[in-house]
Every structure is written in C-alpha cells, then in structure tokens.
C-alpha cells in the first residue's frame, strides 16, 4: 500500500528522537499447488510441445511434479470410468444451465457466489475443475485430508478458496486438453496462444465437436455429483452464447457489467497473478496489455452479436456496481426475470451473505493518464453502451 506522508515538526533541542519502526517481517510466500497438476499426462505434454518445452531451469521442479501427477491423473481417470462410466452416460440434464457470465472481474465471482445460496442449484466447485480427469472418485479424499494443499486466498483478489467453493469450468475444460486462454498463463514470458479459443472460433469443425462432448460429458459428472440444476459461471463463456444454445437452447443466462475502466487494470493484475502464482517461466508480461484489450473487444463483440438468440425470460443483465450496493434487490430482479422460482425463498441466505461479507474490501487499481486514453480509445464504444461516460 502506498505510504501516508509524516506530519512534519520543528527540530528541538530537547525534543526525544522519535522510535522508529521495527523493520516489517517479510510476508512468507503461501503454497499451493500449480493447476497445471490436474493434467492426465497427454494434456501435459502437448501444452509442453506447444511451448517448445520452454520450462525455465527454476521450475523444472514444477514440471516434475507435473509430469508424475499427470500419469496418476490418466490412471485415476481410466479407475473413474470403470467405476462410473455407464453412470455418467446414462445421466440426464433435465434442467439446462444457467450460466453466469461477464468479463473477467465483473463481479461473475460474487454473482455466482450469491445465486448458490439457493440450494435448488448445484455447481461446479474447486474439486471438479481442478481435478477434473478423477473428482468423482476422490471427492470425498481432497476434501476431507486436501485442505492443506490451497491457500485461504485467490491470488488476485481477496475471496475465499477451498475445495468445496465454486470455480470457473474453463479450468476444468483446459485441465481436459481443450483450446483455452487461460493456459496462456502456463508460459508467461512468451505471446499469448490460442487466441480462437475465447470464442471458439479457432476450431476447426472436429475440435468444435469435440469441445461439445468434452464439455457436456463434465457437466454430467458434476449432475451426477451433485443432483441439481446447474448455475455456471465462466467469463469466456460470454463470447460462446450461440455454442452454449446449440447444447442448451433453453439454457438461461445472466450478464454482470462493470465500469471498463475499473476492469483493464484489476484484469491485468489478474492474468499478472496467475503467471507469478502458476506460471513454468519467469513472467515478462509480454503481450499481457494487448491480450487484454483484445479479449475484452472479443467476449463483447461476440455478445452483442448473440444478443437476438436469447428468448424472452431466458437473460437477465445487471451492473455489478448495483449489485454491490443492494445484493438482494438485484438478485430479486434476476428470479423475476428468468423465472428462477420464490425469492422469498432465498432472500434469507442472500442477506446472511451480505452480513457476513459486509467488511470485505475490493483491490483497488488505479489507470495512469496514459492507460485512460487506450481505454477510451479501445473500448469507448462498450463504455457508452453500458452508461460508463
């Protein structure tokens, strides 16, 4: 934090020198695992490939690690079909999704977290998408004897973690071996890669198909753990609405908004903290503003395009600045509006949510003169469209 200037005082000659302050203990450095340990050992070596195994000599450690849990990964993942393959076929989706979505640091996190308290909605959590290739076969083990191996904290912001607390299936889907920004992050001292795969446009017809199958099969899985409709939330999701709708037609779907302006910086931040926290290179940040510019006009582009697919009663849309302000207003309106069943069933937990989390404090980010101007300049249409001038 930036420090506050000292009052200044007039020098005496009796005046006692004043205490100086002990010397800060250096914060010691939390551990926790690298997602790239979800891996089964195909996935892991292709994303080593694609990369020219460009793994720096500090983290061949990680690598190593890696590499011995992604074989355990495909081993565990064969023991999981055999023991719940017919089941998972035979799993029904009866209610389609919701899926939550919005640019990275919207508030998706926070909207998600406060719909979940409805208990007529299951969701993916930490255990699935981190796990993903065994999370049915050992959910009951990481959760009960795995506590140790997570931070309390996201390393980009202050919300909790934990293996039972909701996460983004993006993860899951990358641990799987598809096409996914957020394996940019893997190797942050070289260009981002993939770059049609935010929207899936980079997929040839087979990946595309493929993509679906994938991703169907781990919604099943986590039907089948669960019982319950499910409520998703993954910001690349908000460029895929037309992919999501061919899977899901009645799929339902609620957009969080953000000043754009607040956003540029807490998403660099974001993706600055995902390199240092589970990066194999020592992060250059090379192309990390240009990735993020770009992805911005990608996931908003693409949703002002799907904005006609959406029927009547199925998309909801809210600021999260309002959602801050008055989290059961807001969310009554979403229940209204996509016909999610009796809020006044759920308004209890929703304001018990807010009690509880009453103190907690976003990171706070502010743009240079410089970086207001690219904004204004890249993004100024989608800073009019949602009232941000």
Same mark, same amino acid.
């Given at each position: ?237 908000? /460029? +895929? ?6 899977? @899901?037609? %009645? ?5 969080? $908004? =953000? !000043? *754009? ?44 395009? /799907? +904005? ?6 199925? @998309?909801? %849309? ?5 959602? $801050? =302000? !008055? *989290? ?44 207001? /101007? ?16």
């Amino acid at each position: 934090m930036p420090a506050t200037a000292a009052d200044s005082v007039k020098e005496t000659g009796s005046a006692p020198e004043p205490k100086r302050p002990a010397p800060a203990k250096p914060q010691k450095r939390e551990w926790s695992p690298r997602v790239w340990e979800g891996m089964d050992c195909f996935t892991w070596m292709r994303l080593l490939r694609d990369n020219g195994f460009a793994v720096q000599l500090p983290y061949w450690y990680i690598a190593a690690i890696v590499s011995v849990n992604s074989v355990t990964n495909a081993a565990l993942r064969w023991a999981l079909n055999a023991r719940f393959g017919e089941r998972v076929r035979e799993t029904v989706i009866e209610k389609p999704p919701v899926f939550v979505i919005g640019h990275w640091r919207t508030g998706t996190t926070l909207l998600h977290e406060l719909m979940i308290r409805d208990s007529q909605f299951g969701f993916p959590d930490m255990q699935d998408c981190f796990n993903p290739h065994h999370a049915l076969l050992t959910n009951h083990f990481f959760k009960r004897y795995g506590k140790w191996m997570l931070p309390d904290k996201r390393p980009m912001d202050n919300m909790p973690f934990g293996w039972e607390r909701p996460q983004e299936d993006e993860f899951a889907l990358a641990l799987m071996g598809l096409p996914s920004t957020y394996t940019d992050f893997a190797f942050p001292a070289r260009a981002p890669k993939d770059a049609g795969a935010l929207d899936l446009s980079g997929l040839s017809p087979r990946q595309l198909a493929k993509w679906k199958r994938v991703f169907l099969r781990f919604l099943k899985e986590v039907t089948l753990r669960t019982g319950k409709q499910l409520v998703l939330k993954s910001p690349p999701h908000t /460029a +895929r609405v037309p992919v999501l709708l061919d899977i @899901f037609p %009645e799929a339902k779907f609620v957009h969080i $908004v =953000r !000043n *754009p302006r607040a956003v540029y910086p807490s998403t660099v931040n974001l993706w600055r903290s995902l390199g240092r926290s589970h990066g194999l290179q020592t992060p250059t940040d090379t192309g990390l503003e240009e990735k993020v510019l770009r992805e911005f006009r990608v996931i908003y582009d693409r949703l002002e395009e /799907a +904005r006609p697919l959406f029927k009547d009663g199925n @998309f909801a %849309e809210l600021r999260y600045e309002d959602l $801050v =302000r !008055n *989290p059961t207003r807001e969310l009554e309106k979403v229940y209204a509006t996509l016909n999610l069943g009796d809020f006044d069933v759920v308004r209890p937990r929703i304001e018990e949510y807010q009690r509880q989390n009453a103190n907690y404090e976003t990171n706070k980010f502010q743009l240079t003169d410089v970086q207001h /101007a690219l904004v204004s300049e890249r993004w100024g249409d989608v800073i009019r469209r949602y009232g941000y001038e």
